[in-house]
């Protein structure tokens, strides 16, 4: 029995190694989940963003035309001065209000693509560490195996 204790402690090493290595797969792969899963959200809001802005115009357009309806209602010419002010405040106020909604919506996408860079990051570190521990545990299973000083 005592050939066969080297073979348990290089098999015990190396099974300790694999481990390491996997564990660090593992959180390879979920860093890259995560990092996919924010890149999804990203894209998300920004489609969110964008649905968002058109709905603001149609909504402005709808807004403009009763206007204009009103005043011609009331009686005054529609191409008057106040009448073209009135339509220009509507148009502008509608667009700041979607221009406001993309940027909200494309800062939050940056933010969701950056973390998802930290994700990989994290991943990437994770599967060193792995690495990193499964030769450390291999180095010191080979440090503190003494049977290669003994004589045979």
Not at 20 to 45: L, P, R, S
Request: no cysteine; glycine share 10%; net charge positive.
């Amino acid at each position: 029995m005592p050939q066969a204790l080297p073979y348990l402690y290089i098999a015990a090493a190396a099974a300790t190694a694999g481990a390491a290595i996997h564990q660090g797969q593992v959180q390879k792969n979920y860093g890259q989940y995560q990092a996919d899963q924010a890149e999804a959200d990203a894209a998300a809001q920004k489609g969110a963003a964008q649905v968002e802005a058109d709905r603001i115009r149609k909504q402005a357009k709808q807004q403009r035309s009763e206007a204009i309806a009103a005043l011609a209602g009331s009686g005054v010419d529609v191409n008057s001065s106040t009448a073209l002010k009135i339509d220009q405040d509507i148009t502008k106020n509608a667009e700041n209000d979607a221009y406001l909604t993309l940027t909200g919506g494309a800062n939050q996408a940056a933010r969701l693509n950056a973390a998802a860079g930290g994700y990989r990051q994290q991943g990437s570190q994770a599967m060193a560490a792995g690495y990193v521990g499964a030769g450390t545990s291999l180095l010191s299973s080979a440090g503190n195996y003494q049977g290669w000083k003994k004589a045979s």
